[in-house]
Nanobody
Framework: VQLQASGGGLVQAGGSLRLSCATS????????MGWFRQAPGKEREFVAA????????FYADSVKGRFTISRDGAKNTAYLQMNSLKPEDTAAYFC???????????????????WGQGTLVTVSS
């Protein structure tokens, strides 16, 4: 099983980035996908999640209206489009896969079965 996150980088406040999470080794269509982030000295926090079908999405209040999660079954890849970035969005971003992604537990790290390595996003003011 592999989840490969990419697309991070340095961007000015107000800018945009699109993160990708390329997966292999499991049946992508059977898993919900999530994005989490972890800033230095802080706990990992939920950012966004998407159901197996892609029809249901969840967002943290801090990113709602600015970030969009999506998935492409043909490419076995999940995405996180990040617009209107703020310095407080600076963190390592991680993608994760969950075979069961319930509406009440999508924001818990324990709900996810597989994790990728982080990709660093730095937003300068």
């Amino acid at each position: 099983v592999q989840l490969q996150a990419s697309g991070g980088g340095l961007v000015q406040a107000g800018g945009s980035l699109r993160l990708s999470c390329a997966t292999s080794g499991f049946t992508f269509r059977n898993y919900g996908m999530g994005w989490f982030r972890q800033a230095p000295g802080k706990e990992r926090e939920f950012v966004a999640a998407i159901s197996r079908s892609g029809s249901i999405t969840f967002y943290a209040d801090s990113v709602k209206g600015r970030f969009t999660i999506s998935r492409d079954g043909a490419k076995n890849t999940a995405y996180l489009q990040m617009n209107s970035l703020k310095p407080e969005d600076t963190a390592a971003y991680f993608c994760a896969a969950a075979v069961v992604l319930s509406s009440g537990r999508y924001h818990y790290t324990q709900s996810y079965d597989y994790w990728g390595q982080g990709t660093l996003v730095t937003v300068s003011s």
